[in-house]
Every structure is written in structure tokens, then in C-alpha cells.
């Protein structure tokens, strides 16, 4: 098991900008971001993989940029251009023993707990 405990939430007016990170108990090959509003699914935000591979949902593709610090146990989301679509509670996910991610939530077996970003127009 992994721990993961994400920080860095608030509230942003659009335009705005906010950077997520997500501390890890040990590496994992796959880490990624996720977001839910209330009666929606959980759907993927972004996923980076041990080599460094990324990738974004298309709605956030050019404004959201996932990163890992050199240790590999922090996992960062920077938020640009937010919008009040953008708006949601955002988890961090990660996956060990796999030699392959995706931006499917059924292929993690670790959460956080979330961080709440809201963005005002």
C-alpha cells in the first residue's frame, strides 16, 4: 500500500493559477491526478509514468502540467488558465507493479484523500 496526501487547493478566480502536490510513502511506477464534482464519475486529469511519459484529458491538454520531483515520491499538477469548469475536488492516484498507466481509475490501487479547487468567474 501507498500512502499519498495531496495539498495545495484553494479557490482561484478564472485566469488563475494553483499548483497540487502529492506526497508519497514510497515510488510507484504510475502516478496520476483525477477530479470529481458531486454526482459525476471520477474522471483522469493527467498520468506520468517511471520514464516520464505524460498524459492529459483533453480538456486540460496546453493549461495543466504533471511533474515529479527527482526522488519521484512528490507528484505535482500546475494548474494555468483555470476556468470554473476546472472546479472539483482533485485526487491523487498511484499504481505500483505495472508497466503501464492510464488515465482510467480502475488501474489505481492507492488514493489520497483530495484537495478542493474551486475557480470563480
Known amino acids: 500500500q501507498v500512502q499519498l496526501v495531496e495539498s495545495g487547493g484553494g479557490s482561484v478566480q478564472a485566469g488563475g493559477s494553483l499548483r497540487l502536490s502529492c506526497a508519497a510513502s514510497?515510488?510507484?511506477?504510475?502516478m496520476g491526478w483525477f477530479r470529481q464534482t458531486p454526482g459525476k464519475e471520477r474522471e483522469g486529469v493527467a498520468y506520468?509514468?517511471?520514464?516520464?511519459?505524460?498524459m492529459y484529458a483533453d480538456s486540460v491538454k496546453a493549461r495543466f502540467t504533471i511533474s515529479r520531483d527527482n526522488a519521484g515520491n512528490t507528484l505535482y499538477l500546475q494548474m494555468n488558465s483555470l476556468k470554473p469548469e476546472d472546479t472539483a475536488m482533485y485526487y491523487c492516484?498511484?499504481?505500483?507493479?505495472?508497466?503501464?498507466?492510464?488515465?482510467?481509475?480502475?488501474?489505481?490501487?492507492?488514493w489520497g484523500q483530495g484537495t478542493q479547487v474551486t475557480v470563480s468567474s
Open positions: 506520468l509514468t517511471d520514464i516520464g511519459t505524460a
Open positions: 492516484a498511484a499504481r505500483w507493479a505495472t508497466d503501464y498507466c492510464t488515465l482510467s481509475r480502475a488501474h489505481y490501487n492507492s
Open positions: 514510497r515510488y510507484t511506477d504510475c
